[in-house]
């Protein structure tokens, strides 16, 4: 084994600076949505997709596919907002083995009230920061690393993907650098 190719000066304060920027993002956005509407990180990763699911339902699978979360995390997380009246479960009536999860009127108003300051945050603290160009380019940067991922077998990227863009960017973009 030859000896490692280690990140420059530059390239190291590049990949620190992204994961500090990410850790921070992440604690930041649970803070700004408990403060502004007593939900949780997780609660709104749940709501969203069920709010805009037909029928205001999901298959428990479905929904956790749809979060990338573990059948325990999930699982978890549901038996939480059903105990604060925010989703119900119930049998699925196609399959007896499945779980439906549904958005209850308090879970959409959950949401709807969560989401508008969630977004002016978002809008404030991301997005106003950055020009249309370097939106696009952040853009391209975050698909050709996921393509990379996908090209090297990744499943969490696939996954990841098809749950964020609906589908996986071509695999010959994350071979570019290579």
């Known amino acids: ?6 990140l420059s000066e530059e390239e190291a304060g590049a990949w620190r600076a992204f ?3 990410r850790h921070a993002l992440d604690r930041a956005i ?3 949505l408990t403060q502004a509407s007593g939900l949780s990180a ?8 069920l709010s805009e699911a037909p029928a205001k339902e999901l298959r428990a699978r479905d929904l956790g ?3 990338d979360w573990e059948r325990s995390r999930l699982s978890h997380q549901i038996r939480r907002m059903e105990q604060r009246g925010l989703i119900s479960r119930s049998e699925c009536p196609t399959d007896a083995r499945g779980t439906m999860i549904a958005l209850t009127d308090a879970g ?3 949401i709807s009230d969560a989401a508008p300051p969630h ?3 978002v809008r404030e603290n991301f997005i106003g920061l950055l020009t249309p160009a370097e939106l ?5 940067i975050s698909e050709r690393v996921l393509g990379r991922l996908v090209a090297a077998g990744c499943s969490e990227a696939v996954e990841a993907c098809e749950i964020l863009v609906g589908e996986c960017p071509s695999t010959e973009a994350g071979q570019a650098l290579s």
């Open 65 to 67: 596919r749809d979060v």
């Open 42 to 49: 997780a609660d709104y990763q749940l709501l969203v997709p």
């Open 136 to 140: 696009v380019t952040l853009r391209e």
């Open 19 to 21: 994961l500090a920027m």
């Open 30 to 32: 649970d803070r700004q």
């Open 119 to 121: 977004v002016d945050w």
């Open 108 to 110: 959409a108003a959950a």
């Open 1 to 6: 084994m030859g000896q490692p190719r280690w």
